[in-house]
């Protein structure tokens, strides 16, 4: 009995370990994130609360379409949407509603 192709199921693990880490790599340097964008560090908190959040909607709404949707076609889609909030996140001139540091 043969198993999945090592390949392609190695890169669909490591793809989603890295895309799971990034919501933890930002952790430590909160701080300095805070003051380098001049917002308060319970402003900042919010972005690895949403990142978070994200992903346990993700787990939510996703999970459930793996049964429904080819693997291939639902990976594709959730790596765009992901790119597209990165892009959209890397083109803001702010963060919005993030109240300056006082």
């Known amino acids: 009995m043969s198993g999945p192709p090592r390949g392609p ?3 669909l693990a490591c793809t989603a370990g890295i895309a799971l880490a990034n919501n933890y790599a930002i952790q430590p340097a909160l701080g300095d994130v ?3 964008t001049g917002t308060s560090a319970a402003a900042i908190g919010l972005v690895t ?3 978070l959040v994200g992903c346990i909607a993700g787990f ?4 459930p ?3 429904r949707a080819a693997p291939r076609r639902l990976v594709t ?3 765009a949407m992901l ?3 990165l892009l959209l996140a890397a083109a803001a001139r702010g963060c919005g509603s993030c109240s300056p540091r006082t």
């Open 49 to 51: 609360t949403a990142a």
């Open 77 to 79: 889609g959730q790596l």
């Open 34 to 36: 805070a003051r380098d």
């Open 60 to 63: 939510a709404f996703l999970l």
């Open 9 to 11: 199921v190695g890169l």
């Open 65 to 67: 379409l793996a049964d």
């Open 83 to 85: 790119a597209s909030g």
